[in-house]
């Protein structure tokens, strides 16, 4: 039996699984938290990956490994291969200006069509700017611009800081995946390359991709990580991290979107829900997107292909905060929400606690409409939570569809998907059959199918969890609320 490990570095935490690479079935898995922060040292995400591989028993037996993980984070690096501040995260909103001033420079249709995204202040590109304008000692220090999975890809290679790691500081040897690259605003799914012009005029100085076994040093530019396609072997681990084995194969890596999109077999005509930290909708598609509204992101996926993407800010958390309010665990939330009617008797939760992405209100906050005596119920409040945070990302599935996406299924996934109320209240809030996944560690899942391409040169066929479905019982009239009264906090 062939073992393959997947590695998800979560915003939350870091999560390994170890699977048979012949069928995908899991053999260990190992898990180790991360702290809380919009901007976080790089470092505790290495000592976290460390901890967890040890939780899962280590590499023996392992051939190939593949990193996912959070979208976004800026990790900038000096010469030496030294972290030069805590990387800002995809959950830091601080470059909301600086996300405007870029669509005011160049243009919502341009960006659009150079990178696939109108840019808002998750992206990589708008921290880039924010930096130049904020902190320019620490931008004229920048040697390399690197992802959260990158660094940790360059990391497990034996790659880092001068005198702290196997290899040595060479920035050369960054590498990153299309699905990753095409989160950062300066790389184009249309075109499959960086964008540099896009990248200079966000952060004032000149980029190139990273060239392996290239001497020249000192020529100013900022290295990007060299893109590595989807079957392809980014390296191997170095001996010194894995317990003395020699030849582990490194996967090239993804984003989690895109690694749990491999890991679930998605395919066109389906529509992921996922509902994490943050909640993203997304689909696999054939042909790149533009959406100028930058509601939708044209992101590219990690097996060749497209995923258009709506992403909020605010997902699980929500009920989560809302069973504190009320002094009660999430089961007990679960079934206090399925004990109001649909509806929630009128009462509405706009879900901005942390700002908002779509839409683009990174200062909004949240907030109850809809309330009266009479209305103002422990349950109308429990079910208004769970009703709120799965219209939000409802109006994001609609952009999707408006792009011209089929849709025959609607995955839902993460935590929160197994409570029993988000299951029902699922199935009234979206018209398309809803379909709920056994639990798993997805994201990790789809990189453990990276590594195995990567070992075997062709993508595993592993057979895939099976599905439970609520029955379809579809309320247009709680969006219609919802919308009303999401659209007084618009204006």
């Not at 591989?53 to 037996?61: H, P, Y």
Request: hydrophobic content about 45%; proline content about 6%.
């Amino acid at each position: 039996m062939g073992l393959v490990a997947g590695i998800d570095s979560s915003t939350q935490s870091c999560k390994v699984v170890v699977l048979d690479s012949g069928n995908g079935t899991l053999v260990h898995s190992g898990r180790a938290a991360h702290p809380d922060g919009t901007e976080i040292d790089p470092a505790l995400w290495w000592d976290a990956l460390l901890a967890a591989v040890g939780d899962a028993g280590g590499l023996d037996g392992v051939s190939a490994i593949s990193v996912a993980g959070q979208q976004h984070g800026m990790v900038l690096l000096d010469g030496s291969g030294n972290v030069l501040r805590p990387a800002l995260l995809w959950n830091d909103t601080r470059s909301a200006q600086a996300a405007n001033d870029l669509v005011a420079e160049l243009g919502a249709a341009g960006l659009a069509a150079r990178c696939g995204s109108v840019p808002v202040a998750s992206f990589t590109i708008t921290k880039l700017r924010w930096v130049r304008d904020n902190e320019p000692g620490i931008a004229r220090h920048v040697a390399a611009v690197a992802l959260p999975h990158d660094w940790l890809t360059w990391r497990l290679r034996g790659y880092g800081p001068a005198g702290r790691s196997p290899l040595g500081p060479d920035l050369e040897e960054l590498t990153t995946d299309r699905s990753d690259a095409s989160g950062t605003g300066y790389w184009s799914p249309l075109l499959e390359d960086y964008d540099a012009e896009l990248f200079t005029h966000a952060f004032g100085r000149d980029a190139r991709e990273a060239s392996p076994g290239r001497l020249a040093r000192g020529d100013g530019h900022v290295i990007l990580p060299r893109v590595v396609g989807p079957a392809e072997t980014a390296g191997t681990v170095h001996p010194v991290l894995a317990g003395g084995i020699n030849g582990i194969r490194i996967g090239a890596g993804a984003g989690d979107n895109a690694a749990g999109a491999l890991g679930l077999g998605a395919v066109p005509g389906d529509l992921v829900v996922s509902l994490g930290t943050s909640g993203t909708v997304y689909a696999v598609t054939g042909s790149p997107g533009t959406d100028q509204t930058g509601t939708v992101a044209g992101f590219a996926d990690a097996s060749g292909a497209y995923m258009p993407i709506a992403v909020t800010l605010n997902a699980a958390r929500v009920l989560g905060t809302t069973a504190s309010l009320l002094g009660i665990d999430l089961e007990r939330f679960s079934e206090l929400a399925l004990s109001a009617e649909p509806g929630s008797g009128g009462v509405v939760l706009v879900p901005y606690f942390e700002g908002e992405r779509t839409p683009n209100l990174p200062d909004a906050t949240a907030s109850f409409r809809g309330l009266s005596l009479a209305s103002t119920t422990r349950e109308n409040v429990a079910r208004a939570a769970v009703e709120g945070m799965l219209c939000s990302l409802a109006a994001g599935l609609d952009a999707i569809l408006r792009q011209g996406v089929s849709a025959n299924r609607l995955l839902l996934i993460g935590g929160a998907a197994q409570s029993p109320a988000v299951q029902e209240v699922a199935a009234q809030v979206f018209d398309i059959p809803v379909h709920v996944p056994a639990p798993g560690e997805y994201v990790a899942r789809g990189a453990a199918a990276q590594a195995a391409w990567a070992q075997a040169g062709t993508r595993p066929e592993w057979q895939h969890p099976g599905l439970a479905a609520p029955e379809p019982d579809h309320r247009p009239a709680i969006r219609t609320q919802y919308d009303t009264a999401a659209a007084g906090i618009r204006h």
